[in-house]
Each structure stands twice: as structure tokens, then as C-alpha cells.
């Protein structure tokens, strides 16, 4: 391997930007191809199925057998309002390996104590949320009920490229924060990207078991959408 | 602490950078329980520093062997590891799996 190919592996990555190594392995060759240049690979239809699944592994073409080093950069999330569901899933979602960020304007709430684990923003969305930096590997989950601090967060997330935007509220609030955002300028076909309400239909009741539906619709996209729309 | 395969190639980059021989290794196909992720990598320098993990523990030992002859002659080699479960307390991997590892040199 040059130490160029691992310098750029690791820019890449640093950068949270995905990227393969390909390895030819009977003769050792290799290149680096970076998310955007995919397409143009000769093994385009392997490397994006691998990005979207994360995983390395082997590939056969034609007579010649390549290993495909996957680096797909860390999920995260960032969760809007400090609130008891946020408690839930925080501790889940860091259990399957996302990084949270937990973002509240209200002191009282985002507090460390009542997050000891996590990173607690106590500030407003739009002046965060661009600092954070929302890309195509992280989730926005809207928990506050408050239009005033869920708003702005949605319109940040809906302008970005980030894989899922969930926000909740019943069917009614969701009309009502739908024509607020109608108004600010967001089309239908943005707004088709908020699940609302938020989560799987699995009969939550409990805080803890609505973030068990919150987390297993986040990875359901993750994993399966990105697969249709590849 | 080094805990993920980032580090672990980050840390190959920064040992390169300071002159040492470096090889990288890799777990590329695995049959059965492996204790390691397919992708999983180990880092090794010319004094035997190592990195990482490609099982767990069972074969690094034999790997970081492999790996000074590849720093040595810059030939990239492909190991396999893998015995039966009734022996497999005895030598190699302990859960009875097999696990192939593409052992290369960051020239």
C-alpha cells in the first residue's frame, strides 16, 4: 500500500466522507475511490451496494479477485430538545455505534446530569446546527413539541443532505407544522422527508419504548431506503 | 485509546511518516465463528509494535511473524488461519473458525 493511498484513506475519512480501497489481490494494485467518483468505477454497482451496507469484503470480476476496504464514516445523531424520550435514546443509539449530540436552548433541560454520556448543547438549532455541520450520514430527530425550537431545526435538516428527518407530534400537530413550513418556502416533496409521527408503528407507550421505535425506523433507513434510491 | 480501524490507520500513517517499516494487515474472508470482522485491521512496525486486532488474540502472534518478512521483502502475502473446532483449543482460533489475512507493506 503507498503511503499516499493511506494518507487519502484516512483525509477521507477524517473528512466524513466515504470511500474504497480496492485491492487487486493476486497482484496487489490498488486504488482509492472516493464516494463521488463511484460512478465511474469499473466495479460501480459492488462499491455502492458496499457503501450503502458499510461492509468490506471480497469481489469477483471476470477472472480477478479484489478486496474492497469500506470506510463509511461514523452515524450521527442529532436530537433536538433534552427531553425524557432524548434520556431514552440516547444510551440506545450510542449502543449501535451513532454519535448523539443532544441539542436544547433551554438550560433546565440540557443539563449533563441529566446526560452523562453525551455531548449537550444548551443552545438554539440554527445557530448550532450549522457549526455541527448536517451531512448525508447523520439523523435529525425533532422531540422538543415546541415549533419555536423544532422549526428551525427541520428547516436546517430538510436543506441538507442528511438521510433522516423524524419529528414528533401527532398527525394534527404534523398538518400544522406543515403549513408553518409550507409557508417558509419548503415544498411537498420536501416536507415527504419528515417521518411523522416519528418512529415505527409498534404500539409504543413508554418514553423508552417510543425511542425504541425512533432508533429502529433511523436504522431501517439507514440500511434499507439509501439501497432503493442507489 | 486506539480503538477503531480509523485510528489504526491513522496511527500506520504516522509510523510510516516517522521511517519505520510498516505493514498493514487485513482480515478478508472469514468461514464460521471469527472473532473479527471481515475489514479488520492490524498494524505492525519493523520492532513488532503492533495495533489492532485481526482475531481476537489467537493468531496475531503468527501474523506479526508474516508481517516482519513482508516489511523485509515488500511482498504482499495472503495468510489462512482456521482449525477445527476438537483442536482448536490447542492452537489457532479458539472458536473453530477459519479467517484469510492480506498482509501488506505501506511502501
Given at each position: 500500500?503507498?503511503?499516499?493511498?493511506?494518507?487519502?484513506?484516512n483525509?477521507e475519512?477524517?473528512?466524513?466522507?466515504a470511500?474504497?480501497?480496492v485491492?487487486?489481490v493476486?497482484s496487489?494494485?490498488?486504488?482509492?475511490?472516493?464516494?463521488?467518483?463511484?460512478?465511474g468505477?469499473p466495479?460501480a454497482?459492488?462499491?455502492?451496494?458496499?457503501?450503502?451496507a458499510?461492509?468490506?469484503?471480497?469481489?469477483?470480476?471476470?477472472?480477478?479477485?479484489?478486496f474492497?476496504?469500506v470506510?463509511t464514516?461514523?452515524?450521527?445523531m442529532v436530537v433536538?430538545?433534552?427531553?425524557?424520550?432524548?434520556?431514552a435514546?440516547?444510551p440506545?443509539a450510542?449502543?449501535?455505534?451513532?454519535d448523539?449530540?443532544?441539542?436544547d436552548?433551554?438550560?433546565?433541560?440540557?443539563?449533563?446530569?441529566r446526560?452523562?454520556?453525551?455531548?449537550v448543547?444548551a443552545?438554539?438549532?440554527d445557530?448550532?446546527?450549522?457549526e455541527?455541520?448536517?451531512?448525508?450520514?447523520t439523523?435529525?430527530?425533532?422531540?422538543?413539541?415546541?415549533?419555536?425550537?423544532?422549526d428551525?431545526?427541520?428547516?436546517a435538516?430538510l436543506?441538507s443532505?442528511?438521510?433522516?428527518i423524524?419529528a414528533?407530534?401527532?398527525?394534527?400537530?404534523?398538518e400544522r407544522?406543515?403549513?408553518?413550513l409550507?409557508?417558509?418556502?419548503?415544498?411537498e416533496?420536501?416536507?415527504?422527508r419528515?417521518h411523522?409521527?416519528?418512529?415505527?408503528?409498534?404500539?409504543?407507550?413508554?418514553?423508552?419504548?417510543?425511542?425504541?421505535?425512533?432508533?429502529?425506523e433511523?436504522?431501517?433507513?439507514?440500511?434499507?431506503?439509501?439501497?432503493r434510491?442507489? | 485509546m486506539?480503538?477503531?480501524?480509523t485510528?489504526i490507520?491513522?496511527?500506520?500513517?504516522?509510523?510510516?511518516r516517522?521511517?519505520?517499516g510498516?505493514a498493514?494487515?487485513?482480515v478478508?474472508?472469514?468461514?464460521?465463528s471469527?472473532?473479527r470482522?471481515?475489514?479488520?485491521?492490524?498494524?505492525?512496525d519493523?520492532?513488532?509494535?503492533?495495533?489492532?486486532?485481526?482475531s481476537?488474540g489467537?493468531?496475531?502472534?503468527?501474523?506479526?511473524?508474516?508481517?516482519l518478512?513482508?516489511i523485509?521483502d515488500?511482498?504482499?502475502?495472503?495468510?489462512?488461519?482456521?482449525?477445527?473446532?476438537?483442536t482448536?483449543?490447542?492452537?489457532g482460533?479458539?472458536?473453530?473458525?477459519?479467517?484469510?489475512v492480506?498482509?501488506?507493506?505501506v511502501?
Amino acid at each position: 500500500m503507498r503511503l499516499s493511498l493511506l494518507a487519502d484513506l484516512n483525509t477521507e475519512r477524517a473528512a466524513r466522507r466515504a470511500a474504497i480501497l480496492v485491492t487487486d489481490v493476486a497482484s496487489g494494485e490498488q486504488r482509492l475511490v472516493r464516494e463521488a467518483q463511484v460512478a465511474g468505477d469499473p466495479l460501480a454497482q459492488e462499491l455502492r451496494e458496499r457503501i450503502r451496507a458499510g461492509k468490506s469484503g471480497l469481489v469477483e470480476q471476470g477472472d480477478r479477485q479484489f478486496f474492497l476496504t469500506v470506510q463509511t464514516p461514523p452515524v450521527r445523531m442529532v436530537v433536538i430538545g433534552a427531553v425524557h424520550i432524548s434520556q431514552a435514546l440516547a444510551p440506545m443509539a450510542r449502543g449501535v455505534d451513532f454519535d448523539v449530540t443532544i441539542i436544547d436552548p433551554r438550560t433546565a433541560f440540557a443539563t449533563p446530569e441529566r446526560f452523562p454520556d453525551v455531548p449537550v448543547r444548551a443552545e438554539w438549532p440554527d445557530t448550532i446546527l450549522p457549526e455541527i455541520g448536517i451531512d448525508r450520514y447523520t439523523a435529525v430527530v425533532a422531540l422538543t413539541h415546541d415549533p419555536k425550537i423544532d422549526d428551525p431545526a427541520l428547516a436546517a435538516a430538510l436543506r441538507s443532505e442528511c438521510f433522516y428527518i423524524g419529528a414528533l407530534g401527532s398527525r394534527k400537530t404534523h398538518e400544522r407544522r406543515v403549513q408553518r413550513l409550507t409557508a417558509s418556502g419548503f415544498t411537498e416533496t420536501d416536507l415527504a422527508r419528515i417521518h411523522a409521527p416519528i418512529g415505527l408503528d409498534i404500539g409504543a407507550v413508554s418514553p423508552a419504548e417510543i425511542a425504541v421505535s425512533v432508533l429502529a425506523e433511523i436504522v431501517a433507513t439507514l440500511r434499507k431506503e439509501r439501497r432503493r434510491s442507489a | 485509546m486506539l480503538s477503531t480501524d480509523t485510528d489504526i490507520l491513522k496511527a500506520a500513517e504516522a509510523w510510516k511518516r516517522e521511517g519505520r517499516g510498516v505493514a498493514v494487515a487485513t482480515v478478508v474472508e472469514t468461514w464460521g465463528s471469527a472473532p473479527r470482522p471481515v475489514g479488520s485491521h492490524l498494524v505492525i512496525d519493523a520492532d513488532t509494535n503492533f495495533l489492532g486486532s485481526v482475531s481476537g488474540g489467537c493468531v496475531e502472534g503468527a501474523v506479526i511473524t508474516e508481517a516482519l518478512d513482508v516489511i523485509a521483502d515488500g511482498k504482499p502475502r495472503m495468510l489462512e488461519f482456521g482449525v477445527a473446532d476438537e483442536t482448536a483449543w490447542h492452537v489457532g482460533l479458539s472458536c473453530g473458525g477459519r479467517i484469510r489475512v492480506y498482509v501488506e507493506r505501506v511502501d
